[in-house]
């Protein structure tokens, strides 16, 4: 396997959805699905999404995941082996993700935000690269960009209540510590995992 990892850009919008088409969820994993897009809407816009699933859920995800990203409103990694997208990991400006009732972003981590931060909040690999050391490679790519940037942190929210490769959609907290993040609060099922940058 030959893992290069690429920051989402319009030349990579077709294998974006590529990825999310035909290999995120082809075990028929139950968080799927998804096109990792619900993170950068409004309650409103994701409600108004929700109105028009009726008998095509992934087709009306995917539509709005289309429009997105023609207009760069979605952002993070992708993981290629070769020219085949294997991975993704939702990641950008905490400002960029709104407050919504999806909480991406959880509340009580802007209210303790120590400066201009990265959050993670979603990976997604593919079933058959799983245990493969793509999250890793993708969460350092991430760490490398952020001290390039002069973000002043980066983070990521584990939920307690997800565990197993289905439901961890947003990595467990040993994926960051192995990076050296720290626990910077917990509230409720929500873990802010920061790694603040020299």
């Not at 290069?4 to 974006?16: M, R, S, Y």
Request: proline fraction near 4%; include cysteine.
């Amino acid at each position: 396997m030959n893992i290069t990892i690429k920051p989402l850009c319009a030349g990579l919008n077709e294998a974006f959805l590529d990825f999310f088409d035909n290999r995120a969820f082809s075990d028929n994993n139950p968080m799927g699905p998804c096109y990792c897009n619900a993170a950068v809407m409004t309650s409103e816009e994701i409600d108004k999404m929700v109105s028009e699933f009726g008998d095509d859920c992934k087709g009306t995800l995917r539509r709005y995941a289309a429009a997105q990203l023609a207009e760069e409103k979605i952002f993070g990694y992708l993981a290629f082996d070769g020219d085949t997208p294997i991975g993704w990991c939702n990641a950008g400006d905490m400002k960029r993700y709104p407050v919504s009732h999806h909480q991406a972003v959880p509340d009580f981590a802007r209210d303790i935000s120590c400066g201009s931060t990265i959050s993670i909040v979603c990976f997604a690999i593919a079933p058959d690269c799983r245990k493969r050391g793509i999250a890793s490679a993708l969460l350092e790519r991430i760490i490398a960009d952020a001290k390039l940037q002069d973000y002043k942190a980066v983070e990521g929210y584990v939920n307690t209540e997800y565990t197993g490769e289905y439901w961890d959609h947003s990595g467990p907290a040993r994926l960051y510590e192995k990076f050296g993040f720290k626990e910077a609060a917990r509230k409720e099922n929500r873990i802010i995992m920061r790694k603040e940058l020299k």
